[in-house]
C-alpha cells in the first residue's frame, strides 16, 4: 500500500433500481443462504423514479465497518449483512487509484474497513421493498470499490445472500432468479431477459395505499407459509414452473393479455397462499381489492386486457399499463374513484413521471372533480368515491439496471472524512 | 279421492335450522345434479335462533304451483325448484286424512297443484343463506305431506338438487355431506356425525358485518373457481380428504383444539381459493380479518384455542367458542372493539340468546364503555375501535334438525284457501 499518508479515502457511489415481481418469490428452501422454492421474474423499474444510492468508502484510518442508512446509523452485525461483505471481500483483488498514487493489494482488503451511506428516494413506510434496492446496491457498489471480476450474475448470487429480491436488482428491463439446484446456491442467480429498451410502450402507475397496519415481514411470513401452507407446494411445484416459461414468452412477443393474466393470476395466488397460512396474513387491505374490481372491470368491458396488477408483501397496487394512451385512461379512473385531498391539491399527489397528468387533461383540482365515472360502470348505481384511502400515486416506467455515479457530489459520504455528509 | 266437496286442503308446516360448514363445499363436478368435488362437514345451528318455516298445501282447487317467500310470490319454473318438486312427487304415496275424510291415492298426486309459503326468522341481507334452510324445509315438508316413505338421508339427495348445503340441514348437530360416486348422484347425501347434544359445550357467535358490497353468487362463484383455480383440484383430491377425516375423529372426541385448527383452516383455505380465481373473488373485508385478528392474537396468548372462526360466501363470521365462558370472554372482546353505536339499544345489537349478556356483565352502554383491552394486546399501540362496522350479533349454538309444527297457528297459509295469510 502506497500514499503520501495513512489518511487516503477511496469512495465510490453507486445507483440501483427497484424491482417488482411478476412471477412472486414465497418461500425459501434454505434461510442462511436465501435459496427459494421456485423461479421469480419480475420488472426492473426506473431509477430516475425509484432507487438506491450507495456510497462505500475504503480508508486504513476507519477503525470498523460502519454504515448509514438514510442518514440514521445502524447496524452490520446482522448475518445478512455480514454475508454479503464476506463474499465480497474473499472476492476483493488489487485496486490502483493512479491520480491519488493509492495502491490497495488483494491481501490488503481484509484488514481494511469500510463506511457505507445508502438513501432511498422513497420513504421506508411506503412499503415500497427497499432491501431489495438496498442489498443491490451495497453489493454493486462495493464490488467495484474492490475491483471483482464477476459479472453481475455472479453478483446477483451474493446480493441473493443479503435479500432475495435484490439479486433482481443487479439487472435493468426483465429479469428471472433461477431457483438453482445446488445446495451451495452457486447456481441460484438472477439473469435479464430482456432490456429496459425492449418493451418501452409499458408504462407503471403505482399506487401507495394509506395503512396504520403494521404488516408481517416478507421473511416472516414466508417462512410461516413454508410450514403451514397445504397449497405452497403444490403451487411451488406444479403452477409456477409452467408460469414461468409462459411470462418469458410473453415478454419475449410483447404479448400484453398474456402478460397481465398471468401477472394478475400470480399476484392473486400469492396473496391465496398468505392466506392458507396459519396465522393467515393478510397484506392486502379493502382498498387494494377496489383497485383490483376497477382493474378487473375495465379489462372485461374492453375485451381485452389494458391494465395488469400485482402486490407485494403490503397494500400498495403497481399497475402495468398497456401503453401510455393506456395508463392516461387508468390514471383517470383511479384519480376519480380516489380524488386528492382538496386542501393539498394535485401537485404531490402524482410523483415520477408526472407529465402524465398533463396528457390526462388534468392541470387541477377542477379537472379531477369533473371526471365522469368511467364508461363500465354507467348501468352501476352512483359510484361511491375514496378520497383519502390512496396516499399518492407514482408514475414509472422499465428502468436500467445499476450505474456508477462519477458525479462527486453525489456521493453521501465526505472525501475526506468517509462520514456522512 | 273421496271427500265431502272438491275444496278440501290438506297442509302441513315444518321447521328447518341452517348450518354452517366447517369443513367447506366449494365446487361441482355436475352442475345439473349439483354434485361436489369433495365432502364437507357442518354445524347445524339451533332453529329456536335462526331458522326456516314452511307450510305445504294441496287442493284440487289449486290450478297451479305457486310459492310465496317472506310474503312475496317467486316464480317455480327455475330448473332448481322443478327438480326437487319432480323428484318428490314420484316418491309420493297415498294420504289418508281420516279426520276430514280425505284421500290422495298415490296416482292422484301428479294432477295435484301445490302453495308453498315459506318464511325466513333472518334477514336474507344478513347473508345466512337462507336457501340452504328453505330448500331442506321445502323438501322436509312435501315428503310429509305427500307421504314420502324414504328416510332422511335418500330426502337430502333431493335436497341437495334445490341447495347443495341444503342436504345438510336436513339433520341437526354434525353433519357430512358425502360427495359420492355415481353419476347419477344417488350416492351423494347427508348423514348424521353426532347429534345436538354430542358436544353441547359449544356456544356460537354470529358477526353480522356491515356491507354494501353486492356478493358474488356461491353458484357463480363456485363455477369460476373450478375453470379458472389451479389450486381448487388439489384441495379437492389431497387436502381435503384427509381434513374430513380429522374433523370427524375432533367431532367425535370433543377434541376443541382439533376442531379450531381445521376450522380455520378450512375457512382460510376457501377463501384463499376464491382469491386463487379468475376475476378473484374477494367475501371477507377488513372487518372480517380484524375479527380473525382479534381471534388469533386470543387464542395463541392463551396456548390453546379458545375460538374457532370460519366465514362463508360473505363477510358474516361465525365464531365458535369451545363453551359459555370462552363465549362471554369472546363477546366482551368483540363489544370492545366494535361498541354499538351509542344511540341504539344494546337490545337490538346481540339477538338470540341475549343471557350472554348478562353472564358477560353487560346490562347497559356504560358497561360496554367501561370494557378494558384485551390483556393480549396490552402492550401494543392503543386500539383503534371500529363502532359500526358491525350490524349485530346473533348468540346460538347446534341444534336439532326438521320438526313438523303441530301448532296450527303456525302456519303461513290460510287453511281454507290455501293462500298466504
Not at 412477443?253 to 398471468?262: P, Y
Not at 393478510?282 to 386486457?305: H, L, Q
Request: proline share 5%; glycine share 6%.
Amino acid at each position: 500500500m502506497a500514499g503520501d499518508c495513512g489518511k487516503w479515502v477511496v469512495m465510490v457511489t453507486a445507483q440501483t433500481p427497484m424491482n417488482m415481481s411478476v412471477i412472486k418469490y414465497w418461500g425459501k428452501r434454505d434461510e442462511t443462504l436465501i435459496l427459494p422454492v421456485n423461479d421469480s421474474i419480475s420488472i426492473t423499474l426506473d431509477p430516475d423514479h425509484l432507487c438506491t444510492t450507495t456510497t462505500v468508502a475504503v480508508s486504513p484510518t476507519f477503525d470498523r465497518d460502519r454504515m448509514w442508512l438514510n442518514g440514521k446509523e445502524i447496524s452490520l452485525s446482522g448475518g445478512r449483512y455480514q454475508n454479503c461483505l464476506r463474499e465480497i471481500r474473499s472476492r476483493a483483488t488489487d485496486v490502483e487509484d493512479d491520480e491519488n498514487g493509492i495502491k490497495i493489494a488483494e491481501k490488503d482488503w481484509e484488514k481494511l474497513h469500510l463506511h457505507i451511506a445508502s438513501y432511498n428516494n422513497f420513504p421506508t413506510a411506503a412499503g415500497l421493498a427497499s432491501s431489495a434496492a438496498g442489498f443491490a446496491c451495497l453489493v454493486f457498489a462495493l464490488a467495484k470499490l474492490m475491483n471483482l471480476k464477476e459479472d453481475r450474475s455472479k453478483l446477483s448470487t451474493i446480493a441473493r445472500q443479503g435479500s432475495g429480491s435484490a439479486c433482481r436488482s443487479l439487472h435493468g428491463g426483465f429479469v428471472k432468479w433461477i431457483m438453482g439446484k445446488d445446495e451451495d446456491g452457486k447456481d441460484s442467480l438472477a439473469v435479464q431477459l430482456a432490456d429496459e429498451e425492449h418493451w418501452d410502450d409499458l408504462v407503471i402507475i403505482i399506487a401507495v395505499v394509506s395503512s396504520r397496519q403494521k404488516e408481517t415481514s416478507s421473511s416472516t411470513g414466508m417462512r410461516e407459509t413454508v410450514e403451514t401452507s397445504l397449497l405452497l407446494k403444490h403451487r411451488a411445484k406444479e403452477v409456477v414452473p409452467k408460469r414461468i416459461p409462459q411470462m418469458e414468452e410473453a415478454i419475449k412477443n410483447r404479448d400484453f393479455a398474456s402478460f397481465a393474466q398471468l401477472t394478475c393470476a400470480e399476484s392473486n395466488q400469492f396473496h391465496a397462499v398468505c392466506l392458507d397460512t396459519s396465522p393467515p396474513i393478510f397484506y392486502m387491505n379493502d382498498t387494494s381489492r377496489r383497485i383490483i374490481s376497477i382493474v378487473e372491470n375495465w379489462n372485461r368491458y374492453e375485451g381485452t386486457p389494458q391494465v395488469a396488477y400485482t402486490f407485494d408483501a403490503g397494500p400498495n397496487a403497481v399497475l402495468f399499463a398497456r401503453n401510455r394512451k393506456t395508463a392516461i385512461l387508468l390514471l383517470q379512473r383511479l384519480l376519480f374513484y380516489f380524488p386528492p385531498d382538496s386542501f393539498f391539491g394535485l401537485n404531490s399527489y402524482i410523483v415520477g413521471d408526472k407529465s402524465i397528468l398533463k396528457d390526462a387533461g388534468i392541470e387541477g383540482i377542477k379537472d379531477v372533480e369533473g371526471l365522469p365515472p368511467p364508461p363500465e360502470m354507467k348501468d352501476s348505481i352512483p359510484s361511491q368515491k375514496y378520497m383519502g384511502d390512496v396516499s399518492y400515486f407514482i408514475c414509472t416506467r422499465p428502468g436500467r439496471g445499476p450505474v456508477l455515479l462519477s458525479d462527486k457530489t453525489q456521493a453521501l459520504l465526505n472525501p475526506q472524512t468517509g462520514l456522512p455528509k
